[in-house]
């Protein structure tokens, strides 16, 4: 029997500008040698770039016995660098053993945007798609 049953939802929104330059070697291409060459380099800029992050997630928390908390969820954003949206699922369970003592178990998927001053986002130095 289900003591106590609550839906919860909320919202979350990022947005920055940023502009960066990158002078750095080429990476290597599949099959060449590891060591980058200080020689073969290549430049990037980026100005005035604008992000925005938009989130939101929704949960039900259930109690169904005296002590056990189980939280499923769904969480969606949209990364508007990479033009991308996620849907992460979520699981996570509590369960108060005694006073001091709880037992905790969570899964699910979780993203992580990519990072605009480490070359993530640039054609020349990021991950080729």
């Given amino acids: 029997m289900v003591e106590e049953t609550r ?18 070697p ?6 060449q040698e590891t060591q ?13 770039k604008n992000v925005f992050l ?13 002590g056990l908390l189980i939280l499923p969820g769904l969480r ?3 990364y508007s660098d990479i033009s991308e949206a996620t849907f992460a699922p979520r699981l996570t369970t509590r369960y108060q053993l005694s006073k001091p003592v709880a037992l905790k178990a969570g899964v699910g998927l979780f993203y992580q945007e990519p ?6 986002l640039d054609k020349n130095f990021g991950n080729p798609t």
């Fill in 7 to 24: 839906p919860d939802c909320g919202l979350d929104v990022g947005y920055y500008r940023f502009s960066d330059s990158v002078y750095m």
């Fill in 26 to 31: 080429n990476a290597p291409q599949e099959g």
């Fill in 36 to 48: 980058p060459s200080l020689t073969d380099t290549n430049q990037t800029s980026v100005s005035g």
């Fill in 54 to 66: 938009p989130g939101a997630f929704v949960e039900l928390e259930l109690r169904p016995l005296k």
């Fill in 76 to 78: 969606f954003d949209y």
């Fill in 115 to 120: 990072d605009p001053y480490t070359g993530q």
